[in-house]
């Protein structure tokens, strides 16, 4: 049978999304400094791109609309990002 959520419930998720909102900028922060002290280091890239997709679903998450994230994120961005033509997981150029 289908509860809805308190009140309670609801802030303690939107504060919990806030803290992991916040530990995926300071992540992000910090794959950007290693790649900049490591030169163009694409380990870095790919990690800050990762990130990024999450902090995205995150969002959405926050939103109501988490099904739909996957479907909105254009691959040809994050493979810009990431400096290559292929997408994550894949072989890179």
Do not use: F, K, N
């Amino acid at each position: 049978m289908y509860r809805a959520p308190s009140h309670a419930d609801i802030l303690s998720r939107t504060r919990w999304l806030d803290e992991l909102t916040q530990a995926i900028g300071q992540a992000q922060r910090l794959a950007w400094r290693l790649g900049v002290e490591d030169g163009d280091c694409l380990t870095a890239r790919e990690l800050y791109a990762r990130l990024e997709a999450v902090r995205t679903e995150v969002e959405a998450l926050r939103y109501g609309d988490w099904l739909d994230v996957r479907q909105e994120i254009d691959s040809s961005w994050l493979a810009s990002l990431l400096g290559t033509t292929e997408l994550l997981g894949e072989a890179t150029s």
